[in-house]
């Protein structure tokens, strides 16, 4: 096959992919959503108050004419992969709100931007090299894949750095909470102490629970959700120690010195772990550089002496 015959094979490929997106896309082929349904029958209905809109910014030209279809496709990835659950828990952890349909669209667009990145890298080789197509439609595919993966894997990393984050806060937070109820602060005035006096990733976690209590929750119950909002045990076990003192009059500033001092027992020992997987790591070195250049300073005037003998 020439050079001339693998271009055209790449560029009728692309054409007709283009045809069938557009063929795809007639009105007769659209299914109308719940929001083409019903909005005709709400047109008589009177404008709500501005002072109840959101401040979104206006979306763009292009923003408008590809939402549709990058919903369309994050419904498609939704339900191919499936586990709205995690991915509403991992939002969650995140510190970030739990959309799931927002996050497939995230997902979908990582996806065609490392599909889009791969077929250009895919189409020079063909017109440069004479690469088959075959190789520019796998190389596609691998990197559409790889957006959807990636998506996935930037939202797990970010939600375990922000619990980490939380969890070297949680000492000091704790500690601060404890000499608040000490001086004869209450629970929820010692929060609202904590919240003004600190920054941070668990603090503005405490902010939420404050604002969950003045709406009208209950304590425990707000605190109950920042347990159930993140993945760390710790603040599982602070979170039930401070509703079970609360509940049953416990002292409440030796409870929170207590949850302070086991995590940082916590923290020590997975130092410790690290350390430990760690060691096997840092024999590579040693095995594979240090001890052979020892071991050949150590022989090479031997055989230099013997050769000179000789």
């Not at 159930?228 to 401070?242: N, P």
């Amino acid at each position: 096959m020439t050079d001339l015959a693998r271009s055209g094979a790449v560029l009728g490929l692309l054409t007709g992919l283009g045809l069938l997106l557009v063929w795809r896309g007639l009105p007769r082929h659209r299914q109308a959503g719940l929001a083409g349904r019903v909005l005709p029958y709400l047109k008589d209905t009177p404008r709500p108050s501005n002072l109840l809109t959101n401040d979104t910014p206006a979306k763009g030209v292009v923003a408008t004419l590809f939402a549709p279809l990058v919903g369309e496709l994050g419904g498609h990835v939704e339900r191919l992969m499936g586990g709205a659950a995690s991915v509403r828990q991992r939002l969650l952890r995140a510190g970030l709100a739990p959309d799931v349909e927002r996050f497939r669209a995230q997902q979908v667009i990582w996806g065609v931007s490392g599909g889009s990145l791969m077929l250009a890298l895919g189409t020079l080789s063909a017109l440069t090299r004479g690469s088959s197509p075959v190789l520019v439609v796998l190389l596609t595919g691998i990197g559409a894949v790889s957006g959807f993966a990636g998506a996935d894997w930037f939202l797990s990393h970010r939600a375990t750095r922000r619990e980490q984050r939380m969890l070297a806060e949680f000492p000091t937070v704790a500690e601060l909470l404890a000499l608040a109820v000490g001086a004869g602060e209450g629970a929820v005035g010692a929060l609202e102490r904590v919240c003004r006096l600190s920054r941070g990733e668990l603090s503005d976690e405490l902010r939420r629970c404050l604002a969950d209590a003045r709406a009208g929750a209950s304590l425990p119950v707000a605190l109950q959700g920042l347990a159930d909002r993140t993945g760390l045990m710790s603040l599982t076990r602070f979170v039930d120690g401070i509703v079970i003192a609360v509940e049953r009059g416990t002292p409440l500033a030796d409870v929170l010195r207590a949850q302070a001092q086991d995590v940082r027992e916590e923290g020590r020992r997975l130092v410790m772990e690290a350390g430990g997987k760690k060691e096997i790591l840092m024999m590579v070195p040693v095995v594979f550089l240090v001890l052979p250049v020892t071991v050949l300073f150590a022989v090479f005037p031997g055989f230099s002496f013997l050769n000179f003998t000789m």
